[in-house]
């Protein structure tokens, strides 16, 4: 159920935030469910072969997010909202929009441009989509 | 039972050229602790005297409820030890070992140590003397977790191992950790096992404990602020920067208490700050140590 996190000795980011990422995007695909119970910092500890403290600190920031709800002796499941799913990818868009606006600014782009770049962006996703249909 | 596994109590011990000062420390159950030193530091005199191989002078040490040196007897049949100079007989084999230890130890898990042997891909007809030094760390290993301790202490248990054993050490004493009152104390100078399995470390260097915290904690409160300075300018003073690196008009600045408002303080001065980056537990253990031997040299 949870063998399938990978913590990269390569990535330089702190592993607390790689545990976190990859519990997020499986909230966000749905692989977990909400309202179901997750492996408890133990055994995700046990099973990544990281300090407990580690898995600790990222179920920490998760239940701050509104991600997970861990409840004292019980362990932790994902937060029961049928929305959580959606709400994580609009959060992640919402990030990789803004960094869309920072770079245009500092290319110098106007508002238009960004926009008509961001647009150029959507008609190639739906024109490789076709292709694909396609062939 | 007090939930402190391990606890010194201001504990001293002089030799004529090496004296370890006033150490305090304390282990939760079910936690790993990682302790780091350079070679000399101290570490391996620790782990003796928690093991009841070394009096100390003064101070207290309580292990598992027991004080030692003086209940030495009873605290070991709960605590697993392995070291590098562990002495297994050379002229016997890994089944003889196995065979001796079985019925000193209530404990001792038969089904466990035949899947280590598996896991660890050791013979038990093999002699002692024919072994690699990564095979005898590992038998080493085998027969001091078939006790089920509930308290593992490893001196320097990846020193030496090829990456294919470290891997298999490390897996072992995180499975180990799955139940939650085991605990395990390791040194090592190779910070890098230390920072991924250990929740609490602690630092130690020529004799003395300076600095000890949780792993987050360490890796939250260390940064190095790289800043450019205008022309003529001088490098801000903060408070809690340990070093000063870098040059000219590029210091780099590293702090054990990292707060987000230095960089707008560091701004208001003139001085702008290009990036904070995070530390390594080596950079940390480093930077920790020569500015204290700095301190003192001062």
Known sequence: ?????????????????????????????????????????????????????TVKRAYLEL??????????GKGSIVTPDPNLGPRLYHEELSEHLDEVARLGNLLGLSEEEIARRTK????RLTESRLAKEIA | MNDLCVQFDGVSKRYKHFSLESIDLQLATGAVMGFIGANGAGK???????????????GAV???????????????????????????????????????LRPIYPRWDQAYADSLLL?????????????????RVKAALLLALARRPRLLVLDEPTTGLDPVARVEV?????AVLADEDRTILFSSHNTKDVEQISDRITFIDRGRIIDCDDKESFLDRWRRLRLVLPPDGVVPRLPDIVQVGGSGRLPVLTTNR????????????????QAVDTMTLEEIFVANVHSRRERLTA
């Open chain 2, 44 to 58: 391996s005199t620790t782990i003796r005297i928690l093991m009841g191989l070394v009096h100390q002078d003064e």
């Open chain 1, 1 to 53: 159920m949870h063998s399938d996190i990978v913590i990269s000795q390569t990535d330089s980011r702190p592993m607390y935030l790689q545990i976190m990422e990859q519990v997020k995007q499986r909230v966000a695909v749905g692989d977990w469910a909400a309202g179901e119970e997750i492996p408890s910092i133990r055994q995700l500890a046990v099973a990544l072969r990281v300090s407990v403290i």
């Open chain 2, 119 to 135: 896991r660890f891909d050791l013979k038990p007809e093999q002699k002692i003397k024919g072994l690699s030094h990564g095979q």
């Open chain 1, 120 to 123: 150029e962006a959507t008609s």
């Open chain 1, 63 to 72: 239940e701050r997010e509104g991600v997970i709800l861990t409840q004292q």
């Open chain 2, 170 to 174: 490390l897996e072992e004493l995180m």
């Open chain 2, 258 to 273: 990292f707060e987000p408002a230095m960089v707008s303080v560091c701004n208001d001065m003139g001085a702008t700050v």
């Open chain 2, 62 to 100: 309580q292990v598992l409820g027991h004080p030692m040196p003086a209940d030495q007897a009873a605290a070991k049949l709960d605590i697993g030890f392995v070291s590098e100079d562990m002495r297994l007989y050379g002229a016997a084999t890994l089944a003889w070992h196995m065979a001796f």
